[in-house]
């Protein structure tokens, strides 16, 4: 579980990132989960965009997402969202307490 601080510097992290996956006119999709899961594990902070020619929106799918992938929710701005999932193998993101 993610507390605010922990949120917060995430978010900035995430300001800088450009959409690793991109939600398109497949909707949500086995292999764009297999796609997260591998984009979780390689870089934990991953941010996700909906084109317009998606038959979701994104606030709808949020949960979904967060369920099948087990990642924890950063943000959400516009059709962008922002999922982050500690890495297994290559743990790269570290919090201060």
């Given at each position: ?77 516009g ?19």
């Amino acid at each position: 579980m993610l507390r605010g601080k922990d949120r917060s510097y995430l978010k900035s992290l995430a300001n800088n990132l450009d959409p690793l996956v991109q939600i398109g006119k497949f909707g949500l999709s086995e292999s764009l989960f297999d796609q997260l899961d591998k984009s979780l594990e390689d870089h934990e902070l991953v941010k996700i965009k909906v084109l317009k020619n998606s038959p979701v929106e994104a606030k709808e799918i949020v949960q979904e997402i967060l369920e099948k992938t087990g990642a924890e929710f950063v943000q959400q701005i516009g059709s962008k969202l922002t999922i982050y999932r500690q890495s297994k193998e290559n743990k790269k993101i570290e919090f201060g307490e």
